[in-house]
């Protein structure tokens, strides 16, 4: 099954940049889409944001469109998540996320990363 490892978080000031990487090992067919999903303390686990491997086609969740940016390397099997004009309201553990298809809903991924935090300070 494929394995998901996340770098690039850290603590940023509100309207700073971060960007998130999820290299993945062991992918197969069915591994069409990566997305990133967040957690903040208290809160459910919510989409943030896809991508599919072949066309590269994208998917937002309205609270980060405009603002995050998802793409990919397939040379590289790693995916991107490039967060601008952060705010307090992100800060959250972020998870990489092998999914079965391009989907917000969390019953199609199959394998998640270890997640990595992100803090946003006013």
């Known amino acids: 099954q494929v394995q998901l490892i996340e770098s690039g978080g850290g603590l940023v000031q509100a309207g700073g940049s971060l960007r998130l990487s999820c290299a993945a090992s062991?992918?197969?067919?069915?591994?069409?889409?990566m997305g990133w999903f967040r957690q903040a303390p208290g809160k459910e686990r919510e989409f943030v944001a896809a991508?599919?491997?072949?066309?590269?086609?994208?998917y937002y969740a309205d609270s980060v469109k405009g603002r995050f940016t998802i793409s990919k390397d397939n040379a590289k099997n790693t995916v991107y998540l490039q967060m601008n004009s952060l705010k307090p309201e992100d800060t959250a553990v972020y998870y990489c996320?092998?999914?079965?298809?391009?989907?917000?809903?969390?019953?199609?991924?199959?394998?998640w990363g270890q997640g990595t935090q992100v803090t946003v300070s006013s």
């Open positions: 996320a092998a999914s079965a298809r391009l989907s917000d809903d969390k019953n199609y991924v199959k394998n």
């Open positions: 062991g992918r197969t067919f069915t591994d069409r889409a």
């Open positions: 991508i599919t491997w072949s066309a590269g086609t994208t």
